[in-house]
């Protein structure tokens, strides 16, 4: 009984990340609720991100342009290159306000198991755009986990014979972290790195 | 740094109930990475909900032709009405496949503090309704909590008078439930309104 375009609403926003029926149907009431302009705005806004955003030819992170905003700014340092799986990954480094290189983004991390060799991931890309470029160090920032480590290890065999410095970003415990509640490995791996004060 | 289609997104999806920046970001990065149909597909279930749902002419609830599928349909039993406070109480209704009557939607409950009176629910439209109807009971299915059950209580005296059956859903403990963590209102309703067997 319920009217056709409501339950077609529904059946498209259950498809979200992390929104069930239940939910669905109190957003689609909200939308119905909502004045107007909204839903076009939201319509709207959907439309576009897919029309407009895409890749940057150079780095891969999202934009808007034919280049990204990084790739752009001259102010940003062009000799080190922080490589992320994800643009999510960037943004967070980003937040930190503490990076002021250029990025890599992979879109992903090396996985046999879902079938995620390295040309699914944008290593190609990365070993043509250090072809004559003013690249000293490259920053592996994939994440702490089993996939962030071998991806990382196996771009470490790629890029130490081009003679380039490659980092990892630091292992150990989280700050205002406990270590009652710390995890085994990150308490080892904390331990091991410890540092000369 | 953010392309701005991307930044709007979020902005639009974050005024979402429920969803916050976080949670917007994680579906906007869904949206782009969806295949393109997805993206078309979604945008226009939300302008076309906003275009062809609206409320029955004659009871409330949403529909998308002029009168909805309750009304309409001539197997439903015209004498038994039951009056709810939104749609989605209407559809909890019809989950339990046990009313065969009409609906009758108030779109909101009496709440003097937020500035809604008798006229602001659909209460004009109901006695309108019951004008020459063959309605003979009035099922009130406002929310047992206080501002609901002021509703029924106002409905009340305006329908018996009328001369119809008003009756009002079973308040006592809910199936499964557990005194001994039954709350006291719920615990001394199932008490006073105890059953001979």
Redesign the interface.
């Known amino acids: 009984?319920?009217?056709?375009?409501?339950n077609?609403?529904v059946?498209?926003?259950a498809?979200?990340?992390?929104?069930g029926e239940k939910?669905a149907?109190?957003?689609?009431?909200?939308?119905?609720r909502?004045p107007?302009e909204?839903?076009?705005?939201?319509?709207?806004?959907?439309?576009?991100?897919?029309?407009?955003?895409h890749l940057c030819v150079r780095c891969f992170c999202?934009?808007?342009?034919e280049l990204?905003?990084?790739c752009r700014d001259s102010r940003r340092d062009e000799r080190s290159l922080c490589v992320v799986e994800t643009?999510?990954d960037l943004?967070a480094l980003?937040r930190t306000r503490e990076f002021k290189g250029r990025y890599h983004v992979l879109h992903g991390v090396l996985s046999p198991l879902e079938g995620v060799g390295p040309e699914q991931l944008r290593i190609k890309e990365l070993l043509e755009r250090l072809n004559d470029s003013r690249v000293e160090e490259i920053i592996l920032a994939t994440n702490p986990d089993i996939e962030g480590e071998a991806t990382a290890l196996y771009l470490t065999r790629l890029l130490k014979p081009i003679g380039l410095r490659v980092t990892r970003l630091a292992q150990g415990l989280p700050m205002g972290g406990d270590l009652e509640f710390a995890d085994q490995a990150t308490l080892a791996k904390a331990l091991s790195a410890r540092r000369d004060l």
Chains 1, 2 share one sequence.
């Open positions: 009984m319920t009217p056709d375009p409501l077609r609403l059946a498209q926003l498809k979200l990340p992390g929104i939910t149907q109190r957003l689609a009431f909200h939308i119905l909502a107007g909204y839903a076009v705005d939201l319509s709207l806004a959907i439309r576009e991100v897919k029309e407009k955003v999202l934009t808007d342009s990204c905003g990084f643009y999510s943004m980003e």
